[in-house]
């Protein structure tokens, strides 16, 4: 029982690390790119 619950744990980590390198690393390159967009291409940032 303590093994499976370990795993378990384990298992929960690698998905909360996973999504949150996600945000991490995606919030902030839709944010540069859509700067790049208006900057380059004149097009609004809420688009």
Known sequence: ME???IFIMILY????GVSTLAM???IPAVVVW???RKV???I???C
């Open 3 to 5: 093994i499976g619950s």
């Open 13 to 16: 980590a690698i998905i909360g």
């Open 24 to 26: 991490v690393f995606g």
């Open 34 to 36: 859509k700067i790049y």
């Open 40 to 42: 380059k291409y004149n």
């Open 44 to 46: 609004p940032i809420t």
